[in-house]
């Protein structure tokens, strides 16, 4: 699957250095985008290598602010986690993701994964094993179609207390992935003791990939590494024809980035899995 029209159902993201006045103006704004009705979710496929189909997707939150337009989470996620709106505004996320999901399903748009992040706040929050629950309850979404992808600051404060949520959360049937893989400061650690069900490359060791590069050796043990430890190994940020047939070569099974789609409104995300089931 290759999306025909890149631009189609994508949008430029605000995204800029901000002064103090316009952080202010955000803080604010964010306070009352909820009630408003102001955040969407866009969707990026996951497509396998080998078959060209998409296998899943990953909601990402964006936030149609009335003035300034599409506001990029990686501006707004932060502030939400200062102030704690990250807590409902990610309950918000999982059920939108989850009702989505399931209205995929009814038409007949065949099982595939629906992915959301999880922020290290959100997953402190004291009921969440409980939240996710009630919300695969009350969709009726399939929990195993269900996938957390969380990153390893979450671990930092403390292991056992994570391990025992994770435990928790795959007892419910929803699988974990292990976002933005090789970043941190002992990802090996982490996943020797947390239980994970899928490992995602990060962005930074797709970016520069070449030929006879350190990248291609480190990316090459990833993805052994993550066979040996019977997890999915998802490459992120592929935008490129090199990047992919380096990847193919390293045997590398599911891919996600703008050389095949952007993330993409829901109608544009419906649109291409109906051209995927059909294909
Ligand atoms: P992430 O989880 O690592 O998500 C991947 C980011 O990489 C997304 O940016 C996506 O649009 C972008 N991307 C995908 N393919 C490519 C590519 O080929 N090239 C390049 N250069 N970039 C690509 P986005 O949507 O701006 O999200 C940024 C971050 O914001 C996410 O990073 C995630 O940490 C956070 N985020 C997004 N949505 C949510 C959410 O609902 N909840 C929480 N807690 N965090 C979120
Ligand atoms: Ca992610
Ligand atoms: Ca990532
Ligand atoms: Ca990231």
Request: aromatic residues 8%; charged residues 20%; glycine residues 6%.
């Amino acid at each position: 699957y290759r999306s025909k029209e890149q631009g189609r159902g994508t949008c430029q993201l605000y995204n800029p250095t901000m002064n103090a006045k316009e952080q202010f103006i955000l803080e604010n704004s964010l306070r009352h985008a909820l009630d408003r009705d102001e955040f969407i979710l866009h969707y990026q496929p996951k497509v396998n290598i080998c078959t060209g189909e998409i296998v899943g997707l990953e909601a990402l939150v964006r936030w149609e602010h009335p003035e300034m337009g599409l506001v990029s989470p990686a501006t707004f996620i932060p502030i939400a986690e200062e102030t704690g709106l990250i807590v409902e505004l990610g309950e918000w996320v999982l059920r939108t993701a989850c009702q989505q999901a399931v209205l995929w399903h009814k038409l007949g748009l065949a099982p595939l994964s629906v992915a959301i992040n999880l922020s290290a706040r959100q997953f402190y929050q004291p009921n969440l094993v409980e939240i996710v629950a009630q919300v695969i309850e009350s969709t009726g979404l399939n929990p195993q179609q269900l996938e957390l992808e969380i990153t390893e600051t979450i671990a930092v404060k403390n292991m056992e207390f994570a391990k025992s949520i994770l435990c928790n959360l795959q007892a419910l049937g929803v699988h974990i992935a292990m976002d933005d893989f090789g970043t941190g400061y002992s990802s090996l650690n982490y996943l020797k003791q947390l239980p994970f069900n899928t490992l995602k490359i990060d962005q930074s060791f797709i970016q520069d990939l070449k030929p006879a590069s350190k990248d291609v050796e480190i990316i090459n043990a990833v993805i052994a590494l993550g066979k040996g430890l019977d997890l999915k190994v998802v490459a992120e940020g592929v935008d490129n024809e090199e990047q992919l047939e380096l990847l193919r070569s390293l045997n590398c099974e599911i891919v996600q980035g703008y050389l095949f789609s952007r993330p993409l409104s829901v109608d544009s995300t419906t649109d291409i899995l109906q051209a995927n089931w059909l294909q």
